[in-house]
């Protein structure tokens, strides 16, 4: 069972990347796939997931309008489009799987299958 995420650059301000979060050993058929990151000396955070049972989406304050997620159940691929990136988007990204409550989405320890990270930086 493993995630792989990919995607990540450098890029300005403004700018955009896609995410890519892959998954082999396991279907994505009724998990939350979320996207987390986690800038240095900060916690990791939620920023936006899909639940692939009825496509359901989530999005932090910070990225709402600016990022889509997206999924290719045939691809067993899970996108993050990242648009108008601003500096304090840097970090680094993780996708996870999980099946947890609505109330928890955001909460790291409620996902049992964690994508190695891609690293995310945008110069202003």
């Known amino acids: 069972v493993q995630l792989q995420a990919s995607g990540g650059g450098s890029v300005q301000t403004g700018g955009s990347l896609r995410l890519s979060c892959t998954a082999s050993?396991?279907?994505?058929?009724?998990?939350?796939i979320q996207w987390f990151r986690q800038a240095p000396g900060k916690e990791r955070e939620g920023v936006s997931c899909?639940?692939?049972?009825?496509?359901?989406?989530y999005y932090a304050d910070s990225v709402k309008g600016r990022f889509a997620i997206s999924t290719d159940s045939a691809k067993n691929t899970v996108y993050l489009q990242m648009n108008r990136l601003k500096p304090e988007d840097t970090a680094v990204y993780y996708c996870?799987?999980?099946?947890?409550?609505?109330?928890?989405?955001?909460?790291?320890?409620?996902?049992?299958?964690w994508g190695q990270g891609t690293q995310v930086t945008v110069s202003s």
């Open positions: 050993g396991f279907t994505f058929d009724n998990y939350v």
């Open positions: 996870a799987a999980g099946r947890p409550i609505i109330s928890a989405l955001s909460r790291p320890a409620m996902y049992g299958y």
């Open positions: 899909i639940t692939t049972s009825d496509g359901d989406q």
